[in-house]
T-cell receptor, first 113, second 111 residues
């Protein structure tokens, strides 16, 4: 059972570089999410997609863009990376809106130097 | 912005001891979830409590949802090294089913 698959697992970027984090789920879930996790701050929502074709900003969207490519895939793009974006990024998915159990990928550890 | 405060932030105890982790808010949630996260992995759901006053048991773990649906606790009896991890609570908002996350409790159980 693959569940939620994120790539890459690790990445080092130089300030100003761009990159896309990929996420795919095979559970036929409608909702998908991108979070960042920083020490002592828990999980902060960057963007979410309640269904295919829709995306909405979360708590900390600045500096990021997302694309819900289809029902399975939800990507996160950093256009011009900054050291403040050094973090661990998690993709998650959940079923219908009232079915809120979130299934997480293994995370991407991103360092911006 | 709704906030969920978890306490303690960090707890290190000996195997066999009991412990309680708290999750508190001034806001009311439709339900509350507890997750455990191990190093290098994403969080995994342990339990969802839905009804005010509800108590759920998962082996040595007991979860309680406050009567007013604003707070929750996780009690571990006779902690074992395998319980080590980051415990996260998440409240489910009434309006849009969004999850509001606590900052987590890092738990270390020493053999």
């Amino acid at each position: 059972n693959a569940g939620v698959t994120q790539t890459p697992k690790f990445q080092v970027l130089k300030t100003g570089q761009s990159m896309t984090l990929q996420c795919a789920q095979d559970m036929n879930h409608n909702s998908m999410y991108w979070y960042r996790q920083d020490p002592g701050m828990g999980l902060r929502l960057i963007y979410y997609s309640a269904s295919e074709g829709t995306t909405d900003k979360g708590e900390v969207p600045n500096g990021y863009n997302v694309s819900r490519l289809n029902k399975r895939e939800f990507s996160l793009r950093l256009e011009s990376a900054a050291p403040s974006q050094t973090s661990v990024y998690f993709c998650a998915s959940s079923g219908a809106r009232s079915d809120t159990e979130a299934f997480f990928g293994q995370g991407t550890r991103l360092t911006v130097v | 912005t709704q906030l969920l405060e978890q306490s303690p932030q960090f707890l290190s105890i000996q195997e066999g001891e009991n412990l309680t982790v708290y999750c508190n808010s001034s806001s009311v949630f439709s339900s509350l979830q507890w997750y455990r996260q191990e190093p290098g992995e994403g969080p995994v759901l342990l339990v969802t409590v839905v009804t005010g006053g509800e108590v759920k048991k998962l082996k040595r773990l007991t979860f309680q949802f406050g009567d007013a649906r604003k707070d929750s606790s996780l009690h571990i009896t006779a902690a074992q090294p395998g319980d080590t991890g980051l415990y996260l609570c998440a409240g489910v908002e009434w309006a849009n089913y969004q999850l509001i996350w606590g900052a987590g409790t890092k738990l270390i159980i020493k053999p």
